[in-house]
């Protein structure tokens, strides 16, 4: 079965620079859910995306936008990158706007130097 | 206060041994969902399980059991005779009524051969 496509995996950035993140949904699915995962940290909600419009927000710095686009797939874009933006970057997608029913990608590590 | 404890932060068993990690959870509503997690070192989450919180039955597959109890808020885990690939972070999480899966602080559990 399909599942959540992530690109890219692993992604090394220096500070100051930009970064965009991918998210592919499983097919059908209409609904995305950003999280961030620090080292040692458990994962934290930033944003998700219901039919392309944002449906909740969470902790996002401003420095961080994402958008859905009509094929579903989503793309978080950060800026000014800081040290602190290191993390794993998960993408979760479900259908109809169900929250209970995420399905996780693998995951982007970010690496900010 | 919606809120998920694992006080557990680290646990070390010798292969064989069972283990059981406990995870507390906090809310009002009577409608959620809980969930377990396993997080390998390879970073991607493995769902393990989801739970209504109107389905209180004890559920067993393989090696793993999960015990529910809504009189002490608890969704423990249990993992029977474990083995040196059950070691990875093992997270439980809560959704209610919003996008965000409200997730513990992990334990990370280490089974040693």
């Known amino acids: 079965a399909a599942g959540v496509i992530q690109s890219p995996r692993h992604l090394i950035k220096e500070k100051r620079e930009t970064a965009t993140l991918k998210c592919y949904p499983i097919p059908r699915h209409d609904t995305v859910y950003w999280y961030q995962q620090g080292p040692g940290q458990d994962p934290q909600f930033l944003i998700s995306?219901?039919?392309?419009?944002?449906?909740d927000k969470g902790s996002i710095p401003d420095r961080f936008s994402a958008q859905q686009f009509s094929d579903y797939h989503s793309e978080l874009n950060m800026s000014s990158l800081e040290l602190g933006d290191s993390a794993l970057y998960f993408c979760a997608s479900s259908l109809g706007h169900r929250p209970h029913e995420q399905f996780f990608g693998p995951g982007t590590r970010l690496t900010v130097l | 206060a919606q809120k998920v404890t694992q006080a557990q932060t680290e646990i070390s068993v010798v292969e064989k041994e069972d283990v059981t990690l406990d995870c507390v959870y906090e809310?009002?509503?009577?409608?959620?969902?809980l969930f377990w997690y396993k997080q390998p070192p390879s970073g991607e989450l493995v769902f393990l399980i989801r739970r209504n919180s109107f389905d209180e039955q004890n559920e067993i597959s393989g090696r793993y059991s999960w015990n529910f109890q809504k009189s002490t808020s608890s969704f423990n885990f249990t993992i029977t005779a474990s083995q040196v690939v059950d070691s990875a972070v093992y997270f439980c999480a809560l959704a209610l009524n919003t996008d965000k899966l409200i997730f513990g602080t992990g334990t990370r559990l280490q089974v040693f051969p």
């Open positions: 995306f219901y039919e392309k419009m944002q449906s």
């Open positions: 809310t009002r509503d009577t409608t959620y969902y």
